[in-house]
């Protein structure tokens, strides 16, 4: 084969992967575009928490108690926050919405505790379940948040576009955590805020491994195991937070991938504050 025609044949190979690589990047970033986009639409439907007269009753009689709350509808039997209604008339596994001030982590979270894994029916789906590269956070299948588990751990793409759960990686940086110490999960059961405890990064290790795994903690059997737990992940935090964290504390990890080694992943844990 002359040496013209192989260079021809190598010049055209490059081609093709050229035009192939930026195919899949146009589709990436439009895909990543479409999927905010979308959230824009589902953010437009949660409504304030003004009181109607299907609610009056329920915020008269907490206020009376002294602990206000918000206000409730029913919907399919099951009492939600007013605000969420259209949300979870819509989808019945939306949950919540999480929001860290000035980033692009403001979306909603989805919870299916029947699937046969971790609940990742969301990891590629988006809120009316079609395919989506971004997917949406989600909710580990063995918490629990209508009588609330020790620990929420809630799971979200590190996406290049800088979407999902990539910005919580700003933690890593010192200044960053001072002007975020805190973050908002209201779910359709109830407003939380929660301050940050401690950042790190992690592995996912072999199932027979010894060495502690974050992701694996969901409730405590005992103080002692709790209290086990937070001096763990205080001793891996990049950040001194110097935040007290008691045993009755409610938690919540926000988990997504890093790629300092094989399964890395990257951990932002913050606990529940009045």
């Known amino acids: 084969m002359k040496k013209k025609t192989i260079i021809n044949i190598l010049m055209t190979v490059c081609i093709l992967v050229a035009l192939g690589c930026g195919g899949y990047l146009a589709y990436y970033y439009y895909t990543s575009h479409k999927s905010e986009s979308d959230i824009d639409d589902l953010r437009s439907k949660i409504g304030d928490n003004v009181a109607t007269d299907d609610t009056d009753s329920d915020v008269q009689n907490s206020e009376e ?55 990742e029916h969301y990891i590629h789906r988006d809120f009316e379940e079609n395919y989506s590269a971004a997917g949406l956070p989600f909710v580990d299948k063995n918490c629990d948040l209508i009588l609330p588990t020790d620990n929420i751990i809630i799971y979200g793409h590190n996406m290049n576009s800088g979407k999902m759960f990539h910005d919580i990686m700003k933690y890593e940086n010192e200044d960053f955590y001072n002007t975020h110490k805190t973050f ?26 010894k060495e502690f795994k974050y992701y694996q903690f969901v409730n405590a059997g005992s103080a002692e195991e709790f209290m086990n737990y937070v001096d763990n992940i205080k001793r891996m935090s990049i950040i001194d937070t110097g935040v007290d964290v008691k045993f009755g504390d409610k938690l919540v990890t926000l988990s997504t991938c890093a790629y300092h080694v094989d399964d890395g992943r990257f951990a932002v844990i913050a606990k529940k504050i009045d």
């Not at 999960?185 to 491994?209: H, K, N, R, W």
């Open 65 to 119: 108690q002294g602990k206000p709350e918000p206000p409730m509808v029913e919907v399919k039997g099951i009492k939600v926050q007013k605000k969420f209604e259209d949300l979870y008339r819509e989808n019945n596994d939306f949950v919540g919405w999480i929001t860290i001030s000035d980033t692009n982590v403001d979306y909603p979270v989805m919870y299916t505790p029947d699937d046969n894994e971790r609940g």
């Open 184 to 209: 908002t999960f209201d779910t359709i059961y109830g407003d939380g805020t929660y301050e940050v405890v401690a950042v790190f990064y992690a592995q996912i290790l072999p199932d027979d491994s």
